[in-house]
């Protein structure tokens, strides 16, 4: 069992910044590939991001690429999304989620957290 808690979402204006943070605990060695997604009102949860074990190969989607940087410091068991100049569209709720292997899929992941709520006023 895995367990992910994150924290950090809150209100900012458009061209702010947050950074997530994703605390896991429990058997993290069997989960290394994390990955952060988000869901908006009335649509589908999307992926954001996921990094390797040790960091060296991350991944983002078009939509945040060179705003949004992924991050993991392996000693504290945590995973931060740095997020930059945020739009209003970036508005959503974003879950932090582990899995055996990277992936950009929901389904890819088995263990998930209950979600940070990031709102950007515009």
């Known amino acids: 069992q895995v367990q992910l808690v994150e924290s950090g979402g809150g209100l900012v204006q458009a061209g702010g910044s947050l950074r997530l943070s994703c605390a896991a605990s429990?058997?993290?060695?069997?989960?290394?590939?994390m990955g952060w997604f988000r869901q908006a009102p009335g649509k589908e949860r999307e992926f954001v991001s996921a990094?390797?074990?040790?960091?060296?190969?991350?991944y983002y989607a078009d939509t945040v690429k060179g705003r949004f940087t992924i991050s993991r410091d392996n000693i504290k068991d945590t995973v931060y999304l740095q997020m930059n100049s945020l739009k209003h569209e970036d508005t959503a709720v974003y879950y932090c989620?582990?899995?055996?292997?990277?992936?950009?899929?929901?389904?890819?992941?088995?263990?998930w957290g209950q979600g940070t709520q990031v709102t950007v006023s515009s």
């Open positions: 429990g058997r993290t060695f069997s989960r290394p590939a």
């Open positions: 989620a582990a899995a055996r292997f990277l992936g950009e899929r929901s389904v890819d992941y088995d263990y």
């Open positions: 990094i390797t074990l040790n960091g060296g190969s991350t």
